[in-house]
């Protein structure tokens, strides 16, 4: 174009006349040249900008390694506020009609051996605090938080709300661990009145137990032994739904939520060769089986912070976002405690740090596109990655969402 | 810009030494040309980036406005107690405040960011312009009548344990203020600040339909308000997604009732985190659709809801004493007997 502009219009003493005759030794044309030498310059640019990411990295993370004994050595305040305030709320007044408040409860003033039992094992039935019933789930702390931590919030708890100065030990609650290791959340206030304290006085029962057995034979057939390309589930996600790594945990992920994600494989909304394969031998009633079973199934956390990332920061995306880069706070969707909202929006707590930091990375590069609204497309995007890792490694703390049947639910 | 205007690099003499110079400029050239229009393309948003943080242009906006102090700068000591309890209040204010709340609703469900935002009607920008006169009441107002207001009207105060709002000179008032003024610190008093209030969105042509925002809403709003507008609820039965009408939500005296208003707030914060995804045509059509569902009475109702309407609503952008789809709006919901999810 350019070229046969230059010939009607060049001066006469243009370039033109001596610059025809070599027309013929230009084999590639010149635009050619240009998009090489863009791809060069864009390749230099990338592979300086990765050097730098990784350097960033990797000292963030020898940073990250040489904070961890004293991140282990949180106080029992700073336990509450990261495990506890999302809940019972920073100043432990609760919320209306969902969570009942530690500030003058009985239970936190009660034998010590009622809290550590309390987290340890989680409450399912109703309780009575303070002339109010509540009837909801309290999350087992038992596999995220170590004795000497749940020894320290404990102690926290009860100075604080309890009144009560007494320290408690790890010793203490190694024993209390042991005590009734192996047992499911109690089923409410009176459960715990009689078999921890009996000063804990008179408490609303708990209706009959619910039989959390999930009968159909068919949909634990294909989690164990799987079917032609529908491959076990369980060889992958684990006998309990736990996940690991890359593989995400199952357990406790609503069931319509579930459905949905495997209906986004078979339609590539959400890219994954396995999980699409998998996905794609199941009928939809065979989904919904298997959604209703992991649903319900309660499995202790398996994950731990793995990503080098910035917990504290994490906890900060989490809670409160950060408005200044239009990022509203991970729970304001998820839900308080990352333990989700049925249907659309899945549970984080417990997830695996690989998983999760792939999936945020996932919206951003384009492997999944199945979020309503383009809500999680949005948030990915306005994530670096050092808060992707932080983010990811601070859901990993948090203890497991206690799954419900879907008829309690 | 055109190459006739350019001399010639090439001496005469020796073309074909001349012509690789030449060819070589322009190579060189053209490949940065490229470059810089695909990184120009990459910035201004048209190529979306990879690696992601980038600020964009909402957040350009937000970062150039007033910017008030992180949590971490409340100060130790009785001040910072208050400072504390106020913010408490203002985020979870059906338990702080529990007597003088009627619904699932927490002052920073419309103040987002625990007050902070910039366009949702910001606490540091309402601080420094009070006392002022409001048209709502005609009188010279304090921030505590203000805040009075939104317990009376949005957080529906008629349905909450003590049926009204806190009394004169009650704690609530006191805390709250604390906390607004110290998000406040560093800013000019007296001054009509930028970011303040909700933005106001002029009138289309077009006009607001409910039947419209009803479509909008469907592919905007019911993944997290629900389709039945009546929010969402975790396993412990706490509001997540608020309720945009019914008993559990702001009534008919709200500021939130008016279309103009709610056009504004959701123009600038709705979806939550897409600022501006709406256009404004949209933003009205969806605002007229949520207001004109029923949810509690104006509590200044003594007479009929037509009364009321001329007495307390003229001149406004509302449903409420309007007759729709052959119902009259604004009779209000029955008070909600349990007060968790529905």
Not at chain 2, 117 to 128: C, D, E, K
Not at chain 2, 133 to 161: L, W
Not at chain 2, 189 to 194: A, F, I, L, R, V
Request: with cysteine.
């Amino acid at each position: 174009m350019i070229r046969r502009k230059r010939t009607q219009a060049a001066p006469p003493d243009g370039p033109e006349e001596t610059f025809e005759p070599y027309e013929e030794f230009r084999r590639i044309p010149l635009p050619v040249y240009w998009i090489a030498i863009a791809l060069a310059i864009w390749g230099a640019v990338t592979l300086w900008d990765n050097a730098q990411a990784v350097g960033v990295g990797r000292q963030e993370r020898a940073e990250q390694i040489e904070e961890t004994p004293a991140a282990a050595l949180n106080s029992g305040a700073q336990i509450f506020e990261a495990r506890c305030s999302t809940c019972h709320q920073p100043n432990a007044v609760g919320v209306r009609s969902a969570i009942p408040p530690l500030a003058g409860s009985r239970f936190v003033a009660a034998d010590p051996a009622v809290v550590v039992q309390i987290l340890l094992h989680g409450i399912d039935g109703p309780i009575d605090v303070g002339g109010r019933t509540f009837d909801a789930h309290m999350p087992s702390f038992a596999s995220v938080l170590s004795d000497a931590e749940l020894a320290r919030v404990a102690t926290h708890v009860r100075q604080t709300w309890g009144g009560d100065r007494q320290e408690i030990t790890a010793a203490f609650v190694r024993v209390q661990r042991a005590r009734f290791a192996g047992r499911g959340a109690w089923r409410g206030g009176e459960e715990l009145a009689r078999v921890v304290d009996p000063a804990l006085g008179p408490q609303p029962s708990a209706g009959p137990a619910v039989i959390s057995a999930f009968a159909d034979p068919a949909v634990l057939r294909l989690v164990n032994q799987g079917r032609g390309e529908a491959w076990a589930c369980s060889s992958c996600h684990g006998a309990a739904g736990q996940g690991g790594a890359n593989i995400p945990r199952l357990a406790g992920l609503p069931e319509g939520y579930i459905v949905k994600q495997l209906q986004d494989y078979v339609t590539g909304r959400r890219r994954n060769e396995s999980m699409q394969t998998v996905a794609g031998a199941l009928t939809d009633a065979e989904r919904r089986g298997l959604a209703r079973y992991y649903s319900g199934l309660r499995a202790p956390s398996t994950a731990k912070p793995e990503l080098g990332g910035d917990v504290s920061r994490g906890e900060q995306l989490a809670l409160y976002g950060d408005w200044s880069r239009n990022l509203p706070a991970c729970f304001s969707c998820h839900g308080p405690s990352g333990f989700g909202v049925a249907p659309g929006f899945p549970s984080l707590a417990a997830q695996h740090p690989a998983y999760t930091a792939s999936q945020l990375a996932a919206w951003v590069g384009g492997g999944r596109n199945n979020s309503d609204v383009q809500l999680m497309n949005e948030v990915a995007r306005n994530l670096s990655d050092a808060d992707r890792r932080a983010v990811a490694d601070y859901l990993a703390t948090l203890p497991p969402v206690p799954a419900v049947t879907q008829e309690r639910r | 810009m055109d190459d006739d205007a350019k001399p010639s690099p090439t001496p005469r003499d020796n073309p074909g030494k001349g012509l690789f110079a030449r060819d070589l400029i322009y190579a060189v050239g053209g490949g940065f040309a490229l470059f810089a229009i695909a990184a120009f393309a990459f910035d201004a948003g048209w190529l979306r980036d990879r690696k992601a943080g980038e600020a964009d242009g909402d957040q350009d906006v937000q970062a150039a406005m007033f910017q008030p102090p992180p949590d971490s700068a409340i100060p130790d000591g009785p001040e910072g107690d208050a400072i504390r309890r106020g913010q408490a209040i203002f985020m979870n204010t059906s338990a702080n405040a529990s007597d003088f709340v009627g619904n699932n609703l927490s002052c920073s469900n419309c103040h987002l960011d625990g007050g902070r935002r910039a366009n949702s009607a910001p606490m540091w920008a309402a601080w420094t312009v009070y006392p002022k006169y409001r048209s709502k009441n005609k009188q010279i107002n304090t921030m505590e009548d203000r805040v009075k207001g939104c317990f009376t009207y949005s957080m529906n105060a008629q349905h909450s344990p003590t049926g009204g709002p806190p009394p004169p000179g009650h704690d609530v008032y006191k805390d709250l203020q604390i906390y607004m003024h110290w998000l406040a610190t560093g800013a000019p008093t007296g001054e009509d600040m930028e970011g303040a209030g909700y933005p106001e969105l002029e009138m289309t042509s077009a006009g607001y339909d409910p039947a419209r925002g009803a479509q909008v809403y469907a592919a905007n709003c019911a993944a997290c308000h629900g389709g039945d507008g009546q929010g969402q609820y975790d396993i412990n039965g706490r509001p997540v997604f608020p309720a945009l009408w019914g008993p559990r939500s702001y009534n008919w005296g709200a500021g939130m009732a008016r279309v103009n208003t709610a056009a504004g707030f959701i123009k600038a914060n709705m979806p939550l985190g897409q600022s501006n995804r709406l256009s404004d045509q949209q933003a009205w059509d969806v605002a007229a659709y949520i207001n004109s569902h029923e949810r509690p009475r104006d509590p200044r109702q003594t007479g009929t809801v037509q009364e009321a309407a001329q007495k307390n609503h003229g001149g406004e952008e509302t449903y409420y004493g309007r007759t729709y789809q052959g119902r009259l709006i604004g009779v209000g919901t029955p008070e909600p007997t349990s007060r968790a999810r529905p």
